[in-house]
């Protein structure tokens, strides 16, 4: 398979991490640009310009390795719900518009490189493998935290809007992965506040 052209600084800037960090950041690239797969220990560790040996003292395991990579993926998420309640407390209608943004910052590396979720389950058919367990988790949690966010913004059935918000952002990460409609983040940002508003006004009549 042709390799992509690195990242431009990619190696200086590599050449400064940790070996583990290197790993991590090497089966990052090769797992979005050639899916988890089609991707050996060994290219991971000629990437990560160290050796097979060296990256089964980290993981155990290639399986290892790639539910680590995803556990970070969603730490990163987190991360923004995180920060997004800290900076607009009890103000659920904020949370919701800031979390959404959030989705709409990153569509450009989507686009680029593909969601490391959908990526990663069309490589991970078995619904037990513990990485594909932890992006159910992941979603699953997710999802409760905009229901919460939901109800603080007075939205009559917050399940549903956030069941709504949901599929509205997976939408637009792959309308930007494949390229299927322009103006993703306009369009999942203002569909957003439509669901925002319809549900506060059918709790209102």
Same mark, same amino acid.
């Given at each position: 398979?042709?390799?992509s +052209? +690195? *990242?431009?600084g990619?190696?200086?800037r590599?050449?400064?991490?940790p070996p583990?960090e ?5 089966a990052e690239?090769?797992?979005?640009? $050639?899916?988890i797969? %089609?991707?050996?220990v ?6 990560a ?16 390795l790639?539910?680590e990579?995803l556990?970070i993926?969603a730490?990163g998420y987190?991360s923004a719900?995180?920060?997004t309640?800290s900076?607009h407390?009890?103000?659920g ?6 979390v959404?943004?959030f989705?709409?910052?990153?569509? +450009?590396?989507?686009?680029e ?6 990526n990663?389950?069309a490589?991970l +058919?078995?619904?037990? !493998?513990?990485?594909?367990r932890l992006?159910e988790? !992941?979603?699953a949690t997710?999802? *409760?935290r905009?229901t919460?966010?939901c109800? *603080?913004a007075g939205?009559r059935d917050?399940?549903e809007?956030?069941? $709504?918000i949901?599929f509205?952002?997976?939408?637009a990460?792959i309308?930007?992965?494949n390229?299927s409609v322009?103006? %993703?983040g306009?369009r999942?940002?203002a569909?957003?506040?439509a669901?925002?508003?319809?549900g506060?006004a059918d709790?209102?009549?």
């Amino acid at each position: 398979m042709a390799s992509s +052209p +690195p *990242r431009p600084g990619r190696d200086t800037r590599v050449a400064r991490l940790p070996p583990r960090e290197r790993i991590l950041d090497a089966a990052e690239e090769l797992f979005l640009r $050639e899916g988890i797969r %089609a991707v050996g220990v060994q290219a991971i560790a000629e990437r990560a310009k160290t050796t097979k040996m060296a990256l089964y003292r980290h993981f155990d395991t290639k399986d290892a390795l790639i539910e680590e990579w995803l556990r970070i993926v969603a730490a990163g998420y987190s991360s923004a719900f995180d920060r997004t309640e800290s900076e607009h407390p009890g103000d659920g209608r904020a949370q919701v518009l800031a979390v959404t943004r959030f989705f709409v910052e990153g569509l +450009p590396d989507v686009a680029e490189r593909g969601c490391p979720f959908v990526n990663s389950v069309a490589g991970l +058919p078995d619904r037990e !493998h513990p990485a594909r367990r932890l992006i159910e988790d !992941h979603k699953a949690t997710q999802r *409760r935290r905009l229901t919460d966010m939901c109800e *603080r913004a007075g939205v009559r059935d917050p399940d549903e809007a956030a069941a $709504e918000i949901t599929f509205l952002m997976e939408g637009a990460q792959i309308s930007a992965q494949n390229g299927s409609v322009d103006r %993703a983040g306009e369009r999942l940002l203002a569909a957003v506040k439509a669901v925002l508003e319809r549900g506060r006004a059918d709790g209102e009549r």
